[in-house]
Nanobody, 124 residues
Framework: QVQLVESGGGLVQAGGSLRLSCAVS????????MGWFRQAPGKEREFVAA????????YYADSIKGRFTINGDNAKTTVFLQMNSLKPEDTAVYYC?????????????????WGQGTQVTVSS
């Protein structure tokens, strides 16, 4: 059973930084796209960022563009999300996702694998 193992969440003051990590438990498992979604209390789950391994292209939600950076390791089994200039509105549970096939990066339906979620809290 393939799992996504997340780490790096926590509490930070506004303006601070955090780095999330997510690793695929089976190192030989191949994915086409990996990324992050988030869900704040009382809100719908939303796309944050993704990386398409075949092209190296990265994609970002407008709300975090210029502040967050997604990248991965050479094995293409671990993805990182560097979050800078954090704002209170970034507070949410962040979910790592992995798609075993190609598709639209913001479509939740292509992601067969989801992490357990890691809490990010930004205080004002």
């Amino acid at each position: 059973q393939v799992q996504l193992v997340e780490s790096g969440g926590g509490l930070v003051q506004a303006g601070g930084s955090l780095r999330l990590s997510c690793a695929v438990s089976e190192r030989t498992f191949r994915t086409y796209i990996m990324g992050w979604f988030r869900q704040a209390p009382g809100k719908e789950r939303e796309f944050v960022a993704a990386i398409r391994w075949t092209s190296g292209n990265t994609y970002y939600a407008d709300s975090i563009k210029g502040r967050f950076t997604i990248n991965g390791d050479n094995a293409k089994t671990t993805v990182f999300l560097q979050m800078n200039s954090l704002k209170p509105e970034d507070t949410a549970v962040y979910y790592c996702v992995a798609a075993p096939r190609s598709g639209r990066y913001s479509d939740t339906n292509i992601y067969d694998y989801w992490g357990q979620g890691t809490q990010v809290t930004v205080s004002s």
